[in-house]
């Protein structure tokens, strides 16, 4: 389908599938926010919470607080870092042309990781905002790593997951090492904040990661069709007239940038970037244009779930989201390197 | 007399030309003056190419003109260099030295989205990405065309469908490019390049793969284009004898150096075969086409022979 102008030169294609599957996507994330946000030890209805979030009256004055200080933010969180993982992750698949690359695959989350929790145990008084500028500095150098060790000497998807997965161990060990000599009150934070969880997280939190989100999420979608041209091939995209290495690098900085601020946020939350892709490509086909706001949209919709269910499952313990979506995204991680090995 | 044999181009002849390509004189007077070319503009030129991988050089040196309007196939034995020859003149491969020139000015100085409005190359056995549909593939061709504001204009789709039609597959549209069998998904990829819309059509080994079927297939399509559009095309063949019934002009390569450039009538000798291919043959008149073909001597056909 197409949007063309009569008479100025704008025209769009986009897949035909992909207007619905956005807005029943949409329709389900608001369902579910309105769900996590009624959920918990002081239970509100459904039909307050939208009247809350809508502006309305709600005859409880409770409702308020409960809802705007210490819920929705949290959930709001759980969808934005959603979405830039989920972008993430389907920005690296676009690039590497490998089905099994993801932010936390291939050592992005790791390195963001241990710049985060250094940050943390060295300079524990430090702004918010900073976070996020230092996940994406570690996120950047775990990818160049990667990428100098791995993609210029071919692309096999095999040899970019194993030394994704050495650096990631590296960044890892690393990240222990300063758990290990860090104080301890730091450490007992970076730990929560480790194990990848949207709990606590306030509306400062929503600031520091908003502008990253409002940078890149339209960056990457006017990148789109650059994925489309790296997606056949080096040789095939430069002959179509693409600047491939110049594509690519920028396309990589958006990706590691939203991996980055979104583990800066919510720390490592696994497998949301690796799913997400496949799902939405499973929706609206392999056209990048339609597939990254739809992996957005499911990006999103898996956090949020995964938060309201390591809420509700064991309550009244707390599973953090990161070990929801790892319990998921595990075995489908092995599904696809099982489907990957017998192609 | 058109295409004379001659033992790698003549510099002087290349030099010559760089020149009056500055001074802008017309193509009449090119022709009056190198006798010996092709056609008066060639589509395509090196000149002192030099090309490689890492530090492996392949092709050094190298000066040669592509005729404009015509069929023009690289042929050599393996390792001789012609596919990294062909991605050179493509710009997927940067010279260590020497320019290939475009319309005569030097390709550096294009833009890659311009080059790509003029140059259209299918690599050797591209692949596409899992689950991506014909139309979709054939639609990508259209990128160089296209800007951010201008993702789909009506040419674009005019060009994409006219592509399908012209390459036989248009009921395959929607189809996912996996599902297909190895002749359609090739003309699929050159659907693509067609979308593209350029004069110059560059193709690495087109028919790799394919069946006899369906390499008649490709090279009877690529030989409509050159003569219903005037495209100019250039080819790597494996196969001398496709390559003669096709080709207006033969480029035979030897480690990394042009062995001989010309007509196939002219260029296909036994003595040709032997001294690059490295293998004895007779040379006989096609049935069909009257082109050269190329019978290689083998232990067998001799044993065969002696017997007799």
């Given at each position: 389908m197409a949007i063309r102008h009569p008479l100025l030169p704008l025209s769009w294609r986009f897949d035909r599938r992909v207007p619905l599957r956005l807005l029943v996507l949409a329709i389900a994330i608001s369902a579910a926010i309105v769900l996590s946000v009624g959920y918990g030890e002081y239970p509100i209805p459904a039909v307050d919470v939208v009247r809350a979030l809508l502006g309305l009256s709600v005859d409880n004055p409770d409702y308020g607080f409960v809802i705007n200080t210490l819920r929705l933010p949290r959930v709001i969180v759980a969808f934005l870092?959603?979405?830039?993982?989920?972008?993430?992750?389907?920005?690296?698949?676009?690039?590497?042309?490998?089905?099994?690359?993801?932010?936390?695959?291939?050592?992005?989350?790791?390195?963001?990781?241990?710049?985060?929790?250094?940050?943390?145990?060295?300079?524990?008084?430090?702004?918010?905002?900073?976070?996020?500028?230092?996940?994406?500095?570690?996120?950047?150098?775990?990818?160049?790593?990667?990428?100098?060790?791995?993609?210029?000497?071919?692309?096999?998807?095999?040899?970019?997951?194993?030394?994704?997965?050495?650096?990631?161990?590296?960044?890892?060990?690393?990240?222990?090492?300063?758990?290990?000599?860090?104080?301890?009150?730091?450490?007992?934070?970076?730990?929560?904040?480790?194990?990848?969880?949207?709990?606590?997280?306030?509306?400062?939190?929503?600031?520091?990661?908003?502008?990253?989100?409002?940078?890149?999420?339209?960056?990457s979608l006017l990148h789109a069709r650059e994925l489309n041209l790296l997606n056949l091939g080096d040789e095939t995209a430069r002959g179509l007239g693409s600047r491939v290495e110049w594509q690519r690098g920028f396309l990589l900085i958006i990706s590691v940038a939203l991996a980055g601020a979104s583990v800066a946020t919510a720390g490592t939350i696994g497998f949301v970037g690796l799913m997400s892709p496949h799902l939405a490509r499973q929706l609206v086909g392999t056209s990048h244009e339609g597939l990254i706001p739809t992996a957005a949209l499911v990006g999103g919709l898996i956090v949020v779930?995964?938060?309201?269910?390591?809420?509700?499952?064991?309550?009244?313990?707390?599973?953090?989201?990161?070990?929801?979506?790892?319990?998921?995204?595990?075995?489908?991680?092995?599904?696809?390197?099982?489907?990957?090995?017998?192609? | 007399m058109r295409g004379a044999p001659r033992r790698g181009a003549p510099l002087t002849t290349h030099l010559g030309l760089l020149q009056l390509h500055r001074l802008s004189i017309s193509p009449v007077n090119l022709r009056l003056m190198n006798s010996n070319l092709i056609s008066p503009e060639p589509a395509l030129l090196t000149h002192k190419l030099s090309l490689g991988y890492g530090s492996h050089s392949i092709v050094g040196n190298l000066n040669l003109a592509i005729a404009a309007g015509r069929i023009t196939a690289l042929v050599g034995p393996n390792g001789c260099g012609k596919s990294t020859l062909l991605k050179g003149l493509a710009r997927l491969l940067k010279?260590?030295?020497?320019?290939?020139?475009?319309?005569?000015?030097?390709?550096?100085?294009?833009?890659?989205?311009?080059?790509?409005?003029?140059?259209?190359?299918?690599?050797?056995?591209?692949?596409?990405?899992?689950?991506?549909?014909?139309?979709?593939?054939?639609?990508?061709?259209?990128?160089?065309?296209?800007?951010?504001?201008?993702?789909?204009?009506?040419?674009?789709?005019?060009?994409?469908?006219?592509?399908?039609?012209?390459?036989?597959?248009?009921?395959?549209?929607?189809?996912?490019?996996?599902?297909?069998?190895?002749?359609?998904?090739?003309?699929?990829?050159?659907a693509m390049a067609l979308a593209q819309n350029t004069d110059i059509l560059l193709l690495d080994e087109p028919t790799t793969f394919l069946d006899l079927a369906h390499q008649i297939e490709i090279l009877d399509l690529l030989y409509d284009l050159n003569q219903t559009q005037g495209r100019t095309i250039v080819m790597v063949l494996h196969d001398l004898n496709q390559a003669c019934r096709y080709a207006d002009d033969l480029v035979v390569m030897r480690q990394g150096q042009i062995y001989t450039q010309g007509s196939p009538d002219v260029v296909m000798t036994e003595t040709m075969v032997s001294e690059v291919f490295g293998i004895a043959s007779q040379i006989v008149s096609d049935p069909m086409t009257g082109t050269p073909m190329c019978v290689p001597v083998s232990r067998r056909s001799r044993a065969s022979i002696s017997r007799k």
């Amino acid at each position: 389908m197409a949007i063309r102008h009569p008479l100025l030169p704008l025209s769009w294609r986009f897949d035909r599938r992909v207007p619905l599957r956005l807005l029943v996507l949409a329709i389900a994330i608001s369902a579910a926010i309105v769900l996590s946000v009624g959920y918990g030890e002081y239970p509100i209805p459904a039909v307050d919470v939208v009247r809350a979030l809508l502006g309305l009256s709600v005859d409880n004055p409770d409702y308020g607080f409960v809802i705007n200080t210490l819920r929705l933010p949290r959930v709001i969180v759980a969808f934005l870092v959603g979405m830039g993982l989920a972008i993430a992750g389907a920005i690296l698949q676009g690039l590497t042309r490998n089905p099994l690359a993801a932010p936390e695959i291939v050592g992005v989350e790791a390195g963001a990781g241990l710049a985060a929790v250094s940050l943390i145990v060295l300079f524990p008084s430090i702004s918010l905002l900073f976070l996020p500028v230092a996940a994406f500095g570690g996120a950047l150098i775990a990818a160049l790593l990667v990428y100098s060790l791995a993609w210029t000497s071919g692309s096999s998807p095999i040899r970019l997951i194993l030394v994704g997965v050495g650096v990631g161990a590296i960044a890892a060990a690393l990240t222990s090492l300063m758990i290990t000599f860090g104080n301890i009150y730091d450490v007992s934070q970076a730990l929560v904040w480790l194990a990848g969880s949207v709990y606590g997280r306030t509306w400062e939190h929503i600031q520091a990661l908003l502008p990253w989100l409002l940078i890149f999420i339209p960056l990457s979608l006017l990148h789109a069709r650059e994925l489309n041209l790296l997606n056949l091939g080096d040789e095939t995209a430069r002959g179509l007239g693409s600047r491939v290495e110049w594509q690519r690098g920028f396309l990589l900085i958006i990706s590691v940038a939203l991996a980055g601020a979104s583990v800066a946020t919510a720390g490592t939350i696994g497998f949301v970037g690796l799913m997400s892709p496949h799902l939405a490509r499973q929706l609206v086909g392999t056209s990048h244009e339609g597939l990254i706001p739809t992996a957005a949209l499911v990006g999103g919709l898996i956090v949020v779930l995964a938060d309201l269910l390591g809420r509700s499952l064991f309550a009244p313990i707390e599973l953090p989201c990161g070990v929801v979506t790892a319990a998921v995204g595990a075995p489908y991680f092995l599904y696809l390197l099982y489907r990957n090995r017998n192609q | 007399m058109r295409g004379a044999p001659r033992r790698g181009a003549p510099l002087t002849t290349h030099l010559g030309l760089l020149q009056l390509h500055r001074l802008s004189i017309s193509p009449v007077n090119l022709r009056l003056m190198n006798s010996n070319l092709i056609s008066p503009e060639p589509a395509l030129l090196t000149h002192k190419l030099s090309l490689g991988y890492g530090s492996h050089s392949i092709v050094g040196n190298l000066n040669l003109a592509i005729a404009a309007g015509r069929i023009t196939a690289l042929v050599g034995p393996n390792g001789c260099g012609k596919s990294t020859l062909l991605k050179g003149l493509a710009r997927l491969l940067k010279p260590w030295s020497g320019t290939v020139y475009l319309d005569g000015v030097a390709i550096a100085k294009h833009s890659t989205k311009d080059i790509a409005k003029r140059l259209g190359m299918l690599p050797q056995s591209p692949v596409a990405p899992e689950g991506l549909t014909v139309r979709e593939l054939v639609a990508q061709g259209r990128y160089p065309h296209q800007g951010w504001f201008q993702q789909w204009s009506r040419e674009d789709e005019q060009f994409t469908e006219q592509a399908l039609a012209i390459t036989g597959i248009t009921e395959l549209g929607d189809r996912p490019l996996d599902s297909l069998s190895g002749g359609q998904r090739q003309r699929a990829w050159i659907a693509m390049a067609l979308a593209q819309n350029t004069d110059i059509l560059l193709l690495d080994e087109p028919t790799t793969f394919l069946d006899l079927a369906h390499q008649i297939e490709i090279l009877d399509l690529l030989y409509d284009l050159n003569q219903t559009q005037g495209r100019t095309i250039v080819m790597v063949l494996h196969d001398l004898n496709q390559a003669c019934r096709y080709a207006d002009d033969l480029v035979v390569m030897r480690q990394g150096q042009i062995y001989t450039q010309g007509s196939p009538d002219v260029v296909m000798t036994e003595t040709m075969v032997s001294e690059v291919f490295g293998i004895a043959s007779q040379i006989v008149s096609d049935p069909m086409t009257g082109t050269p073909m190329c019978v290689p001597v083998s232990r067998r056909s001799r044993a065969s022979i002696s017997r007799k």
